[in-house]
């Protein structure tokens, strides 16, 4: 997911939580868009801009993987 497109998303949901996140935008979306090394080696990142039914199988594959 694009920057713009993640603060569009926070700013149309509305929820009052988010109102730091906003505030303090330039220091949120570095991690939004990419997490510190250690903690990003143990994310699973999905694009979630256009995905498509593959995608999801695909997704559904890695998270129940053994």
Known sequence: MS???ARERIVARGDLNDAYKLAH???????????EEAV???????DTTAPT???????LARLAAP
Do not use: S
């Open 40 to 46: 990003a080696k143990t994310l699973l990142m999905f």
């Open 25 to 35: 935008w330039d220091e949120y979306r570095k991690r939004l868009v990419m997490p």
């Open 53 to 59: 039914p593959a995608d999801y199988d695909a997704l």
């Open 3 to 5: 920057e713009d497109t």
